[in-house]
């Protein structure tokens, strides 16, 4: 799983950010590093729910960073923590 956070870009405008060591703060949220699983959360509008954001959110720097771990180069991906 590839965990991300958005930041915040401007007025209402979000980007979301890849943050495979899990230090970055805010609320982060996680997809399979998997183009297909990108487009469908895409559709969905599952990003500013999971995010809890409302606005735009750019999600170019999260769909390079899939692309890059879908070809196995280099971005880590890690398993979610579980909290009980």
Do not use: K, N
Request: charged share 25%; with cysteine.
């Amino acid at each position: 799983m590839l965990r991300f956070v958005a930041i915040e870009s401007g007025p209402d405008q979000f980007r979301a950010v890849p943050d495979p060591a899990r230090r970055r703060s805010g609320r982060g949220a996680h997809v399979h590093p998997d183009p297909a699983c990108l487009a469908l959360a895409e559709r969905r509008r599952a990003f500013g729910r999971a995010l809890r954001i409302s606005g735009v959110l750019d999600t170019g720097p999260l769909a390079e960073a899939v692309a890059t771990a879908a070809h196995g180069q280099g971005v880590a991906v890690t398993e979610p923590e579980h909290t009980q």
